[in-house]
């Protein structure tokens, strides 16, 4: 009979097993960087590339084939929103009370709240629960993807480098507009409509596919610097406590208060807990937020999730929640 050291040990390992393939592909890409094969020049373009053509390839895929019921998953989604909005307005309250620069409160409270579930959740959803997250997780995208985009826009509109009213048509027309959107939105409608897909077709956006998560995780590592790393290190760290600590640990108690459990309940870990999105830099650049400050958390969430992600599997393994 085993000992409760060895499940616990065999646990430890199984969420390590899972987290540390994208914390290495990120000192790859350091790597590479520092030793000049990959120029930055380069990895700029690999951001691009990632945002606007792997990622949207990826959730297309991920969901064209899918059979998704919404009905069977309107609590889950309804729950997910609801908990974004309550996670974002609690957030934006605290920061607006934390701290006297109002310039950085966008800034500081896009990058609590606003998870990279496209990047880092999905592969981990389906890596650590398996196969029975596919369908969740790709309702979830269609639900989790707008919320961010417009609560992002919203925040940085009121409390930004440059205030301004707010524009509703440019809100929606952005979300809209998205390329995280339009693919998952397209792989939803081709599978809920039953559109049959060309082989060729599906194969060509899986090899894409394919390329999203390691370049991008590659790219993140390449555009490391120590610099940056140290740079406003206080409202990073004030950022990355919520989105990695507090944020998870309170929500996904209350979805387990709710009755969520199995795949479900660790979608919702994922969720709140990933590191920031990799957009929430450009965002916070092109709309007057600090994008030093961005950067640094998102610099700071992505190394520090390695260990936050796979002790969160390790925890809720151990507890026999997944």
Do not use: H
Not at 289 to 308: C, E, K, M, R, Y
């Amino acid at each position: 009979m085993r000992s409760v050291e060895e499940d616990m040990w065999e646990n430890l390992l199984f969420s390590l097993d899972r987290v540390m393939p994208f914390f290495l592909l990120i000192l790859l890409g350091y790597g590479l960087k520092r030793l000049k094969i990959l120029p930055e020049a380069f990895l700029g373009g690999v951001n691009k590339y990632v945002y606007r053509v792997a990622l949207p390839a990826n959730l297309f895929y991920n969901t064209c084939r899918v059979d998704v019921d919404i009905g069977a998953n309107l609590r889950f989604l309804g729950v997910t929103a609801l908990l974004i909005l309550l996670s974002f307005s609690l957030i934006w309250v605290t920061t607006e009370l934390c701290f006297r620069d109002k310039t950085v409160v966008g800034t500081l409270v896009q990058g609590s709240f606003r998870g990279n579930f496209s990047l880092l959740g999905v592969p981990l959803a389906t890596a650590v629960v398996g196969a029975n997250a596919a369908a969740p997780a790709a309702m979830a995208i269609a639900v989790v993807i707008p919320c961010y985009a417009i609560l992002s826009v919203i925040v940085l509109t009121v409390r930004g480098k440059q205030t301004g009213s707010l524009n509703l048509k440019k809100i929606l027309l952005g979300v809209l507009t998205t390329p995280l959107f339009i693919g998952t939105i397209a792989g939803i409608l081709v599978s809920a409509l039953r559109i049959p897909v060309p082989g060729m077709l599906y194969q060509t956006a899986g090899y894409v596919s394919g390329t999203a998560t390691p370049l991008g995780l590659m790219a993140i590592g390449g555009l490391f610097t120590w610099k940056d790393a140290t740079a406003r290190l206080k409202p990073a760290l004030y950022a990355a406590f919520i989105k990695l600590l507090l944020l998870p640990l309170v929500m996904v108690s209350i979805c387990y208060i709710l009755g969520f459990r199995g795949e479900t309940l660790f979608l919702y870990f994922v969720i709140f807990g990933a590191p920031v999105a990799v957009s929430s830099y450009s965002v916070a650049g092109e709309m007057g937020g600090d994008a030093p400050l961005a950067g640094n958390i998102l610099i700071l969430t992505t190394l520090v999730s390695s260990l936050t992600l796979a002790s969160g599997i390790y925890l809720m393994r151990t507890l026999g929640w997944i």
